[in-house]
């Protein structure tokens, strides 16, 4: 989105109008409100990079929010639902992370 400032952001969003989509719940995109909605949000998809407890960039090439940092439970239409565990930056689950954030057991 032309909004974004392409600097490393690490405590709120760094596109203004991505951060105004979030705070008034997709109004105009129902989709991605429906994603919100059903959890499938930044922090469990396979392409969010970390960034601390809360922030994280999105690195999926295919989304409008490529290369923002987001907030973990912001969410888009191109969310590739993976957990809120390790991600493995792709759209084949065949190399998804099976764990979903869940340590095994010992």
Known sequence: MPDNRNVIVTRGFSNAAS?????????????????YDNGLQCGG???????????GLCAHDA?????????EHFTCPAHVMEGWGP????????????????????
């Open 63 to 71: 989304s409008r929010h490529h290369l923002e940092t987001v907030f």
């Open 45 to 55: 998809c396979s392409f969010y990079a970390t960034l601390n407890s809360d922030w």
């Open 19 to 35: 951060e105004r989509m979030y705070q008034v719940g997709w109004p105009d995109d129902p989709a991605a409100k429906a994603l």
């Open 87 to 106: 991600h493995s930056f792709t759209t084949d689950a065949d190399f998804h992370c099976r764990c979903h954030g869940d340590p095994p057991a010992a």
